[in-house]
């Protein structure tokens, strides 16, 4: 990915995080402002699933889900808010998922996480609109990925919306003026 931003002509750098991991995010956010001198965007995107009936998961399953699709974007923005408050504005975007707003069965710790995240983006627009900082939660609905087809298989391509929807929908938020927020989108 680093070498194809470079011939597209920008400029990128890899950082090995762990979002799970407080002093691996504040690792990669020094790293990020020792280069550049700023971090004017975090876009919270890793998430994780387990397909299983409630009394088939295991507490170690919960753990990682919801430490991934939770505790991770609440680590991350917790390291990227001192610097953004600094420098007077930024922007989160948190991908959440439909399983934010409806459930279906075997993914209880999936459907926790995401509604907690829903939950954390509106308590951290409130908190970082003051600032100057613009967080935004991006419920995406299914998506021609891995994530999905690794876990069934079976399912229509036709029903699901290309990955470019949602990346197409971060950059329209991501180009509002200052003083534009867009608290919640779905896509």
Same mark, same amino acid.
């Given at each position: 990915?680093?070498?194809?931003?470079?011939?597209?002509?920008?400029?990128?750098?890899?950082?090995?995080?762990?979002?799970?991991?407080?002093?691996?995010?504040?690792?990669?956010?020094?790293?990020?402002?020792?280069?550049?001198?700023?971090?004017?965007?975090?876009?919270?995107?890793?998430?994780?699933?387990? $397909?299983?009936?409630?009394?088939?998961? $295991?507490?170690?399953?919960?753990?990682?889900?919801?430490?991934?699709?939770?505790?991770?974007?609440?680590?991350?923005?917790?390291?990227?808010?001192?610097?953004?408050?600094?420098?007077?504005?930024?922007?989160?975007?948190?991908?959440?998922? $439909?399983?934010?707003?409806?459930?279906?069965?075997?993914?209880?710790?999936?459907?926790?996480?995401?509604?907690?995240?829903?939950?954390?983006?509106?308590?951290?627009?409130?908190?970082?609109?003051?600032?100057?900082?613009?967080? $935004?939660?991006?419920?995406?609905?299914?998506?021609?990925?891995?994530?999905?087809?690794?876990?069934?298989?079976?399912?229509?391509?036709?029903?699901?919306?290309?990955?470019?929807?949602?990346?197409?929908?971060?950059?329209?938020?991501?180009?509002?003026?200052?003083?534009?927020?867009?608290?919640?989108?779905?896509?």
């Amino acid at each position: 990915t680093v070498a194809a931003v470079r011939e597209a002509g920008g400029d990128a750098f890899p950082i090995h995080l762990d979002v799970t991991d407080e002093g691996s995010a504040e690792e990669a956010v020094r790293r990020v402002v020792d280069r550049t001198g700023r971090l004017d965007v975090l876009i919270n995107n890793a998430g994780v699933d387990v $397909t299983l009936p409630i009394d088939e998961l $295991t507490v170690a399953d919960w753990d990682r889900i919801v430490g991934v699709n939770l505790r991770g974007p609440f680590i991350l923005s917790r390291a990227v808010f001192p610097q953004m408050r600094r420098q007077g504005s930024g922007q989160i975007v948190n991908i959440v998922s $439909t399983a934010a707003k409806r459930a279906w069965a075997n993914a209880s710790a999936y459907h926790a996480s995401k509604w907690g995240l829903l939950g954390l983006s509106h308590a951290l627009h409130v908190e970082g609109r003051a600032v100057g900082i613009r967080v $935004t939660a991006v419920i995406a609905g299914g998506m021609r990925t891995p994530f999905l087809f690794d876990r069934f298989p079976d399912l229509d391509p036709g029903l699901l919306q290309d990955p470019e929807n949602v990346a197409n929908t971060v950059r329209f938020v991501l180009s509002q003026p200052q003083g534009t927020v867009v608290p919640e989108v779905t896509v």
